[in-house]
């Protein structure tokens, strides 16, 4: 059953579009069964989580961390995370720049835009980002990979555009201003309800977890 609705989403990507697979508080067990059909990019949001399945899984996976990183948790993500796509402040940036820069390795990192209505969500803001980047050359263990999004959790779909447009736009803006910046080119927006709004606005990587794994097992 993943398989099948692993190769449905695929089916409907465009070409470059990369498919994470939202993992969190599935067993191994269910991540194998997306690994034979062919997934080799998963997204774990829990670090203690993520740090438990890494070695339960072929070394050929790609993991992407995409919660709300503390600092304190910084060795159970780091050395594994192949993309941090959650820096969702400033006081996280530095400290990923600071253990990367301790332990020889330049980290892939995506910008977390504050992008939904929600106040509980995380995120930076867009003069935050514009001021980041004004000073990327500073970041020596950092790689500046594009941003990321969640858009507001509701079933309005003009809402859920008008943010998609908002971070589309941003890095539209931000590529242009910031040319050399080569690697600047993803955009991670779109999960399980809203992946296919997400392609209309430049997707380059959409976070699925219940349309693949169905609901959670906690």
Request: aromatic letters at 6%.
């Given at each position: 059953?993943?398989?099948?609705?692993?190769?449905?989403?695929?089916?409907?990507?465009?070409?470059?579009?990369?498919?994470?697979a939202v993992s969190k508080f599935h067993p191994v067990s269910a991540l194998m069964e997306a690994y034979d059909a062919?997934?080799?990019?998963?997204?774990?949001?829990?670090?203690?989580?993520?740090?438990a399945k890494v070695p339960e899984m072929p070394a050929d996976?790609?993991?992407?961390?995409?919660?709300?990183?503390?600092?304190?948790?910084?060795?159970?993500?780091?050395?594994?995370?192949?993309?941090v796509q959650s820096i969702d402040?400033?006081?996280?940036?530095?400290?990923?720049?600071?253990?990367?820069?301790?332990?020889?390795?330049v980290v892939n990192?995506?910008?977390?835009?504050?992008?939904?209505?929600?106040?509980?969500?995380?995120?930076?803001?867009?003069?935050?980002?514009?001021?980041?980047l004004s000073s990327a050359g500073t970041y020596g263990g950092v790689r500046f990979c594009g941003l990321m999004g969640m858009a507001t959790n509701t079933d309005d779909q003009t809402v859920i555009r008008a943010d998609f447009s908002r971070i589309s736009c941003l890095k539209s803006d931000l590529q242009a201003e910031f040319p050399g910046l080569k690697e600047f080119?993803?955009?991670?927006?779109g999960m399980?309800?809203?992946?296919?709004?997400?392609?209309?606005?430049?997707?380059?990587?959409?976070?699925?977890?219940t349309a693949i794994f169905g609901p959670r097992e906690y």
């Open positions: 059953m993943i398989k099948e609705r692993i190769n449905e989403i695929i089916k409907e990507l465009p070409s470059g579009v990369k498919l994470v062919g997934q080799r990019l998963f997204g774990e949001n829990r670090p203690q989580e993520f740090a996976v790609h993991w992407h961390f995409i919660g709300h990183l503390q600092t304190n948790k910084l060795k159970l993500v780091l050395p594994y995370a192949h993309m402040s400033v006081h996280l940036l530095e400290a990923v720049n600071r253990w990367a820069l301790e332990n020889g390795k990192v995506l910008l977390e835009l504050h992008l939904g209505a929600e106040e509980t969500k995380h995120g930076l803001s867009e003069e935050e980002i514009h001021e980041i080119r993803e955009l991670s927006i399980s309800e809203d992946w296919r709004l997400a392609l209309e606005y430049g997707a380059t990587i959409i976070r699925v977890g």
